[in-house]
């Protein structure tokens, strides 16, 4: 089985940063593709950040340019440095990895985290 683990969630002011972590445990063979998705209260879910295993990025258009996504193979962790917060960004983050696991492959599944709350006050 696979574990994903995040971090690093809480309370922060407007304009302040914080860096969520997501690890990934397990029999893992290897993690295709590691990704960020928030969601508020009475909204949709929507993507935040995603980045492949070749460190190729992608990010939701509301966070552009304010987050980075980073990643570190060796450890199976991802992370999001979210910079110039705003009360908008207030959400539960979740964190996903499209794993390949050593008695599945070569197919891959998703695991999500359990989440974790940003708050970003005004």
């Known amino acids: 089985q696979v574990q994903v683990v995040e971090s690093g969630g809480g309370l922060v002011q407007t304009g302040g940063s914080l860096r969520l972590s997501c690890a990934a445990s397990?029999?893992?063979?290897?993690?295709?593709?590691m990704g960020w998705y928030r969601q508020a209260p009475g909204k949709q879910r929507e993507l935040v950040a995603g980045?492949?295993?070749?460190?190729?990025?992608n990010y939701g258009d509301s966070v552009k340019g304010r987050f980075t996504i980073s990643r570190d193979n060796t450890k199976n962790t991802t992370y999001l440095q979210m910079n110039n917060l705003k009360p908008e960004d207030t959400a539960v983050y979740s964190c996903?990895?499209?794993?390949?696991?050593?008695?599945?492959?070569?197919?891959?599944?998703?695991?999500w985290g359990q989440g974790t709350q940003v708050t970003v006050s005004s």
């Open positions: 996903t990895a499209l794993v390949v696991t050593t008695t599945r492959r070569p197919y891959s599944e998703d695991y």
């Open positions: 397990g029999n893992i063979f290897s993690i295709n593709w």
């Open positions: 980045i492949t295993s070749g460190g190729n990025t």
